[in-house]
């Protein structure tokens, strides 16, 4: 495995996570559901692990303002305009391989 320095490897990690909260962003037709039953997380769970390494350095970032953070817009907002029913099958699914999520 390639190593970098400290600081190299920060900075990448920064533009991997930048670039995936870009790409989540673009794909409005993914629901999170779907990324719950195919990945094991999604863009809540995201913001809950960004809310979360800030409370571990004494920072304080609320739950909705990661959330702002990841969808790029306060989440309610993104509800009204993305998200859609979960399907019988979708929820179903959501049950059986994560039964203490959501």
């Known amino acids: 495995m390639k190593s970098f320095d400290a600081q190299t490897t920060l ?3 920064a533009a991997a996570f930048r670039r995936l ?3 989540l962003r673009e794909r409005t037709d993914v629901q999170n559901i779907d990324l719950m039953n195919l990945a ?3 863009r809540n769970c995201l913001s809950n692990w960004m809310a979360e390494a800030a409370s571990a350095k004494g920072l304080a ?3 909705d303002e990661a959330r702002e953070i990841v969808y790029g817009m306060p ?3 993104w509800q009204a305009k993305y998200q ?3 399907t019988p099958e979708q929820k179903a699914a959501l049950a059986k391989s994560h ?3 959501h």
Do not use: I, N, Q
């Open 11 to 13: 900075e990448l990690e």
């Open 21 to 23: 909260v870009e790409h």
């Open 99 to 101: 039964p203490h999520e």
């Open 75 to 77: 989440y309610r907002e």
């Open 61 to 63: 970032l609320s739950k």
């Open 84 to 86: 859609k029913e979960a």
């Open 40 to 42: 094991g997380f999604c």
